[in-house]
């Protein structure tokens, strides 16, 4: 495990960037971490990094946003407001988990049962107001 503490926003999408410079095509990332610990930010990171100018937003209310333009495209699931997991399985995850992009989870653990053993989980824990650390599983 390697471990990064993030003092600003902009480190944490800059460790995002970071992680984008070496994915390719069927890479899974698994979020965990509280809300306001820098998931999204990271995914900005994420997106940036592979190219795209599109604007990332949490997809809390529409569980999966998709950020075509760059490199790959990027699925971006958020699960904080899932219930039912069936809601979910309709979406059918696996399609995007085994398909021509790159897949980032936030709230993974909500449902791990649908997380694919080959994700890649990243812990964010909010250190203070301005330091979260990111630790890479």
């Known amino acids: 495990m390697a471990t990064f503490i993030s003092n600003s926003p902009a480190e944490t999408e800059a ?67 899932v219930e039912d997991p069936q809601a979910l399985a309709r979406l059918d995850p696996d399609v995007y988990f085994f398909g021509d992009g790159v897949s980032v989870i936030e709230w993974a653990d909500r449902f791990p049962e649908f997380v694919p053993e080959q994700a890649r989980w990243i812990f964010f824990e909010i250190k203070s107001e301005t330091h979260r650390a990111i630790t890479f599983q």
């Open 15 to 81: 460790v995002g960037r970071q992680v984008a410079e070496n994915i390719g095509v069927g890479s899974v990332f698994a979020l965990k971490g509280e809300l306001g610990s820098g998931k999204t930010l990271f995914v900005k990171g994420v997106v940036d990094g592979l190219g795209s100018s599109a604007d990332v937003t949490s997809p809390t209310f529409t569980i999966l946003h998709e950020y075509r333009g760059g490199r790959l495209p990027v699925y971006h699931f958020d699960l904080f407001r």
